[in-house]
């Protein structure tokens, strides 16, 4: 799966502890994830989208591999 989570943040200038803060979860979770080392739960990715607010798929993206 991949993701956009690094250029939201970028461009909301928010740090992966601050989003982490916000939704909850430890700042290695959102580094895991922009890295692309961990797929987010449903409900997080959900979180995530709804902090940024705009659509999970427009964040998260299916890989050719998943």
Do not use: C, H, W
Request: aromatic share 6%; glycine share 4%; net charge neutral.
């Amino acid at each position: 799966m991949k993701n956009s989570l690094r250029v939201e943040r970028a461009i909301k200038d928010i740090t992966q502890k601050e989003l982490a803060d916000a939704i909850g979860v430890s700042r290695q979770t959102i580094n895991s994830i922009e890295a692309g080392n961990y797929v987010p739960s449903t409900v997080l990715a959900l979180k995530i989208a709804r902090y940024f607010g705009k659509p999970a798929d427009s964040i998260f993206q299916l890989d050719e591999n998943d």
